[in-house]
């Protein structure tokens, strides 16, 4: 009796040790991706096609002969802010302050001006590879342009560049203490006068921040894409795209000190996640002005 | 006494299956951190939100969830797991198969050598000839992670963080700055460690295991930038899925191996450096290389600090310190994302004599020459057939030996000169 009660015993321990050690899964997983779930028969399906050429897709309605226009439209906008307007908040130069510290340097982050304009809000054509879209011949002209973006007063100037990825971005420097200027993978030392040319050879869906280490205050940002149909708001807040094909585009707007993608109603202009889709017309295409709620940015 | 030898017998066996090997095999961490700051804004497109969401956000989210359900097929498609690993024919194969051999030169230098890779991943232990396998698990997963992701066990511990891989930068190479390393700088690197962080040197490996190490280095390079490439592009961009194994290869994994395979040849070959044999010679080029040091056109002070000490951005603020790429973009929004705390990335103290990227004079100058990818540090000098840098090769040689100088001036070693002075007075 004994014998076997101590037998169970030390059985209904091993089995307790048994259990912990069974249906131990893999761990460090974050939440999101512990769903994503490996398809084996696509993993083999993928393995075996690697000689193969990817057939054409078949061209489905989105092959609508592609006709060029032949009357052009002009989109312009304001954007406001809605709510008081913040003071821009003066930078503390840490460094060159001879040189820097004349300036009067402000956060560009977040610039509201008189009558609550919203400067460098950022609106550009959303990528859609399954539509055509036509650029203006007149841009020709300008495709394969050199355009600056210069360190001037220890600041980058202009504080968000649209560039083409057929343009040549110029990165230079007006002021006479040395800066860097930090792009994607690229950071050259730009002495006074020096200049160092960069190229996109793919257009980005986000402005690409640009920074100084010297200087670490200097933050600007550049749009790189493949059309002109980029625009950036002045003080007022006003902006204006010119010559955009007729029809109905899909438009990205950004702005650096949003909190997460923008969203905004107003009117017919619905403005959802950092994308809005407008249809423009031949002629003019007012938008009017777009408020944009003060709790969308954040204070930084 | 039958009942309780069987129930003994049948536990024993339930123990066991707990222990299967299987069940302790690592996986692949994800890597959702690089998607979003790619996309800074981006990241309620991937937080599971208890709110009310509406249509267009749920069907956004649904897409989004099998595109990352065909970036994890198409990693394990592409690169397979950690115990078992597997690439395309065009990215590597295993150098005792024929179609190795029947390959060109050029061609071969392009691909991995799968058997290497073989030989440094799966478990740590001998194999059935009593040759060492797991390699990389055994001597750099506790500090590099299983993935390469720089966050393994003991990473949180060290400063500066392991390297982590999956962006295919790397700071400490003899090639221009957007080169990736060559074979050589990765062998240099695990034969010699690097001085003043954790990494130590694997000299007395034998040779053909750090040759495995570094295959296996390049092989999580790879695939942690295909992984990142293909989810920015499937996530932040839009793109379609890829539907064969050939547009996938073509899209996002040739560019990345063919970067790979050119960094031999954008090695940083300076000329020769001005003479400096004589003692005369050698001053005078110190004596240049401090004008320059301290001058306005490389700015050198600016971060390494009026004595050279890297104090320059001590005591700053928070937005004025220095970070490098792999924390600067770590901020409140993302922080559920992060793998390690954020880390700053003071600027070097040159009075030490320790080198991170090798003492060598031809090491700093490449230094200064193509910066540090993945920092703060620029590229002064003119790439090969690029725009003119503001430090002429000469110019940068006189930097190098004024640097080099540093730690023996006498400011830089008190406790010798204490010790010199005080032996004068005895004597």
């Not at chain 1, 169970?8 to 769903?35: E, H, I, Q």
């Not at chain 1, 008081?84 to 509201?112: F, M, N, W, Y």
């Not at chain 1, 355009?147 to 007006?174: A, G, M, W, Y």
């Amino acid at each position: 009796m004994f014998r076997n009660s101590s037998l169970a015993w030390f059985a209904l321990v091993l089995s307790a040790v048994a259990c912990a050690g069974c249906g131990r899964r893999a761990t460090g997983m974050p939440l999101v991706a512990d769903s994503a779930k490996v398809d084996e028969a696509k993993v083999e399906e993928l393995r075996m096609t690697t000689g193969s050429k990817a057939e054409e897709p078949q061209e489905t309605e989105a092959a609508a002969p592609a006709v060029e226009p032949t009357e052009w439209c002009d989109l312009s906008g304001q954007f406001v802010y809605e709510g008081a307007a913040p003071d821009a908040r003066p930078i503390s130069v840490t460094k060159d302050e001879q040189v820097c510290g004349k300036h009067a340097l402000v956060d560009e982050s977040l610039l509201v001006g008189s009558q609550n304009g919203l400067k460098n809000v950022v609106i550009f054509i959303a990528t859609n590879k399954k539509q055509k879209l036509f650029i203006h011949p007149d841009y020709e002209s300008t495709s394969k342009d050199v355009v600056r973006f210069d360190n001037k007063n220890c600041r980058f100037d202009p504080h968000i560049l649209p560039v083409r990825t057929s343009q040549t971005l110029e990165l230079h420097n007006s002021d006479a203490v040395s800066h860097n200027s930090s792009i994607e993978q690229a950071n050259p030392l730009l002495s006074k006068d020096a200049t160092f040319d960069y190229h996109f050879d793919k257009p980005k869906n986000e402005p690409v921040p640009v920074t100084c280490s010297i200087h670490t205050w200097m933050k600007g940002y550049v749009v790189a894409r493949d059309n002109p149909y980029v625009a950036v708001s002045d003080e007022e807040g006003r902006f204006k795209i010119e010559k955009l094909p007729p029809g109905t585009h899909e438009f990205v707007v950004w702005h650096e000190a949003s909190k997460g993608k923008l969203s905004a109603k107003s009117g017919s202009f619905d403005l959802k996640r950092g994308k809005v889709k407008l249809t423009v017309e031949p002629g003019e295409n007012d938008l009017g002005a777009i408020t944009l709620g003060a709790s969308a940015f954040q204070a930084k | 006494m039958a009942i309780a030898l069987a129930s003994a017998w049948g536990a024993l066996l339930l123990v066991t299956s707990g222990c299967s090997p299987q069940h302790g095999s690592p996986e692949f961490r994800v890597n959702l951190q690089d998607i979003l700051q790619e996309s800074q804004k981006a990241t309620d497109d991937f937080r599971v939100t208890g709110r009310e969401e509406d249509d267009d956000a749920k069907a956004e989210k649904k897409a989004n969830r099998e595109k990352l359900d065909f970036v994890a097929t198409a990693l394990v498609a592409a690169f397979g797991t950690p115990d078992d690993p597997y690439l395309f024919a065009e990215v590597g194969l295993p150098s005792d198969d024929p179609k190795w051999r029947s390959l060109e030169p050029e061609d071969r230098k392009k691909r991995l050598d799968l058997k290497k890779i073989e030989l440094a991943a799966g478990s740590p232990g001998g194999d059935r000839e009593g040759k060492q396998r797991g390699l990389f698990r055994q001597h750099c997963a506790h500090c590099h992670g299983v993935t390469g992701d720089g966050a393994g066990p003991t990473a949180a511990f060290l400063n500066p963080y392991p390297r982590d891989y999956r962006q295919g930068v790397f700071k400490f190479k003899s090639t221009e700055r957007n080169a990736k390393p060559t074979t050589a700088d990765l062998k240099r690197t695990l034969v010699e460690g690097i001085p003043g962080t954790a990494m130590p040197s694997f000299m007395l490996l034998p040779n053909d295991e750090i040759e495995a190490l570094v295959e296996y280095v390049k092989y999580l390079s790879i695939r942690g930038q295909f992984e990142r490439d293909l989810a920015i592009g499937l996530l932040a961009q839009d793109e379609d899925i890829p539907k064969t194994g050939a547009e996938l290869l073509e899209t996002y994994l040739t560019p990345i191996v063919e970067r790979w395979a050119e960094s031999e040849a954008k090695v940083v070959r300076p000329p020769e450096p001005p003479p400096s044999d004589t003692p005369e010679d050698h001053l005078a080029s110190v004596q240049k290389g401090r004008e320059l040091f301290f001058g306005k056109q490389a700015g050198c002070l600016k971060c390494h600090g009026p004595m050279a000490l890297g104090d320059a951005n001590d005591g700053a603020a928070e937005k004025d310190r220095l970070f490098d790429d792999w924390n600067k973009n770590k901020n409140a929004e993302n922080i559920s994302l992060w793998l390690l705390p954020k880390l700053e990335l003071k600027p070097r103290n040159l009075r030490l004599g320790i080198y991170r990227g090798g003492r060598r004079p031809i090491d700093i100058y490449r230094r200064i020459h193509a910066g540090i990818p993945g920092g703060p540090m620029p590229a002064g000098g003119t790439e090969q057939g690029g725009q003119k840098g503001p430090l002429e090769p000469d110019q940068i040689w006189h930097i190098v030996n004024y640097v080099r100088s540093l730690p023996y001036e006498p400011i830089s070693r008190p406790h010798a000169e204490r010790a010199t002075a005080l032996l004068k007075e005895r004597n």
